[in-house]
């Protein structure tokens, strides 16, 4: 009896652990093809392209209040600062009872009121517990977020901006009175294995679509109020 079973494991068993450790052809293949195609396009992405559209195309709409006195953009800007400055994440972080942290997540969108020519995403947290203080920063910055001309055709094969320039740097600081050092810097070919360069586009994008939504609410708040605005000037009584 003994030995059936040994015989069974052998039959069924071991062929199932094999094919495990075995990967398909067609799978590796399919992924040396996909890393290729991001290689030679410089991670273009056509939804990346399409957010940086949308965000200009909101941003020019925004700016056109700000010429009727309504100003939205960065109240403390100075050389080099961004144009727009908004919020994109914010809560705690807990990783143990005794590692906690409070973190906010900003996007700074560069822009001369008709072109995009920067966005950075800066995430920040800082202990809440303990008795030395840290402060962590990480930017994920996109020097040139442009998009294509659009195709005459669907059956076209869209020609795709370049991301392989995107920049994401870890800098820290120890005393809140001082300057943060820069820790590391890596840009996307920089980064060893190819799944955590899609993962940094994928963060990218992520983020992108929450400042879409974060300039619709803008938009929406500025339609309201000139709304108000006009009806309180019509009532006569």
């Known amino acids: 009896m003994r030995n059936i079973l040994v015989l069974t494991f052998l039959l069924?068993?071991?062929p199932s652990l094999l094919a495990q450790k075995i990967?398909?052809?067609?799978?590796?293949?399919?992924?040396?093809?996909a890393q290729r195609k991001a290689t030679e396009t410089g991670y273009g992405d056509i939804e990346l392209d399409v957010l940086h559209r949308e965000i200009t195309e909101k941003l020019k709409v925004l700016f056109q209040?700000?010429?009727?006195?309504?100003?939205?953009?960065?109240?403390?800007?100075?050389?080099?600062?961004?144009?727009?400055?908004?919020?994109?994440?914010?809560?705690?972080?807990?990783?143990?009872?005794?590692?906690?942290?409070?973190?906010?997540?900003?996007?700074?969108?560069?822009?001369?009121?008709?072109?995009?020519?920067?966005?950075?995403?800066r995430f920040s947290r800082n202990n809440l517990l303990g008795i030395e203080f840290i402060e962590e920063q990480r930017d994920l910055i996109n020097p040139t977020p442009f998009f294509?001309?659009?195709?005459?055709?669907s059956k076209e094969i869209p020609e795709l901006d370049r991301n392989d320039d995107m920049i994401i740097t870890y800098s820290e600081r120890r005393d809140q009175n001082k300057e943060f050092t820069l820790i590391r810097q890596y840009t996307i070919p920089d980064i060893r294995y190819f799944e955590k360069r899609m993962a940094m586009i994928e963060t990218y994008k992520k983020y992108l679509r929450r400042t879409a939504k974060m300039l619709d609410r803008k938009i929406y708040d500025r339609d309201l109020s000139q709304r108000v605005r006009v009806q309180y000037m019509l009532e006569m009584k």
């Open 12 to 14: 069924l068993g071991a």
């Open 65 to 121: 209040y700000a010429e009727k006195g309504e100003d939205f953009k960065n109240q403390k800007k100075q050389e080099g600062d961004a144009d727009v400055i908004l919020p994109v994440a914010w809560g705690e972080s807990i990783k143990s009872m005794s590692e906690r942290y409070a973190y906010n997540g900003t996007c700074h969108l560069w822009f001369d009121g008709e072109k995009l020519n920067k966005i950075m995403f």
């Open 23 to 33: 990967v398909d052809p067609q799978i590796l293949a399919q992924q040396e093809e």
């Open 148 to 153: 294509k001309a659009e195709v005459a055709s």
